[in-house]
């Protein structure tokens, strides 16, 4: 794991003044631009070769005579051969130079590999380095390991095909989309094995994937993907913020549940098992009722990660939660990093967000405000890692 001292020793040869937020060309990259450029930052998007179009040109920065953006978010795109690339010195040292700090998101993650963050990525990185690697399921202490330490709820394991007896859903990679989902829901052995037959057969997951799949009970009700926000900083007051509620648009599944049942069973064979690939997300707000239980939830899930992962959650995390009949909030998955859906917060900022913040705050100026009161306090080694 890169170390505190070698990141500081990074820190040391920035020019403070002259700092860009930056990020991967990819998931929620717009939110943190938007951000960056509201708090007065340029910013910096490291895009792949054939998907740069978005950074390099329909969202590039224009700036007046005297800096201020008059378009845009992105004032500068570096276009690798491949994501990964950005872990290579050569990209490693002009990042360092142009006094970048990283902003992780899942694509990071996904298009790198973890062991490649902690161990290669020598730019001071937003947030928690040494949490990222929590959100990959096959690891021992997983998000689900600390989830089970912090006592929060979350579902319950099945740890044999063999034993569904209700509705369950199995979560493993699709195997040719790699940074998507090769899930899919049984309620029963037997459905189970006809599913995942078809499935390999159609190539859409593999034998090893499957074999390595986490089955859990599936808990009937709505979504909600909260975007909270842990600050170090703050010397007196609350340090956990809620800053909004998303919720994802998955196709297939989408396209089936707009389906009567009737057509749904009229439906080809090859069309009949959904696939769960996120394409979009849209807000949310919460019954008011509910969300003395979900500030809860995050203070302990904080409090996990600070005693186990210390110094613990810095910044923006998500809990991905599903709520059932009787209003009871099941946790399936934990973003240890700016969410997926927060672009719905972008330019706008978000109900929550911005009730408390008196102004538009969405998470990515929210990451961009934490970035400047670390600056300015003289504790930017508080929230980098």
Partial sequence: MIDREQVLEVLEDYDLDDVRIAAVGSHSALDVCDGAVEEGFRTLVVCERGREAPYARYFKATRTKDGKVSKGVVDEAIVLDKFAHVTYE???????????????????????????????FLVPLFGSRQLLRTEERTERRSYYWLLE??????????????????????????????????????ASHKEYKEKSEKLLKANV????????????????????????????????????????????????????????????????????????????????????????QVFEMAERYVRATRE?????????????????????????????????????????????????????MSTGRRIAVEIRNGIESGRLDAVVT
């Fill in 90 to 120: 050569k990209t490693l040292r002009l990042l360092r130079e142009r006094n970048a700090i990283f902003v992780p998101n899942r694509s990071l993650a996904s298009y790198c590999g973890v062991d490649a963050i902690e161990h290669d």
């Fill in 308 to 360: 186990y992962h210390p110094p613990g959650i810095i910044g923006p995390f998500t809990l991905q939660t599903c709520v059932d009949k009787d209003l009871n909030f099941w946790i399936y998955d934990v973003a240890p990093r700016i969410g997926g859906g927060t672009n719905v917060h972008m330019s706008l900022g978000h109900p929550y967000g911005n009730a408390l913040w008196r102004r538009t």
């Fill in 149 to 186: 330490k912090a006592k929060l709820p979350f579902p319950e394991k099945i740890e044999d095909p063999k034993d569904i007896d209700g509705l369950a859903i199995v979560k493993l990679p699709h195997k040719t989309k790699k940074l998507e989902r090769g899930f899919f829901t049984a």
């Fill in 205 to 292: 997951i593999s034998a090893r994937d499957l074999a390595q799949a986490r089955i859990e009970r599936y808990i009937l009700g709505p979504v909600f993907n909260f975007d909270f926000f842990y600050s170090p900083l703050p010397e007196a007051g609350e340090r956990l913020e809620l800053l909004g509620i998303d919720w994802r648009f998955e196709t297939s599944l989408d396209g089936h549940v707009r389906l009567p049942a009737d057509q749904q069973l009229a439906l080809p064979e090859h069309e009949r098992t959904p696939e769960y690939t996120v394409v979009g997300h849209n807000t949310a707000t919460l019954r008011e009722s509910s969300l003395n």
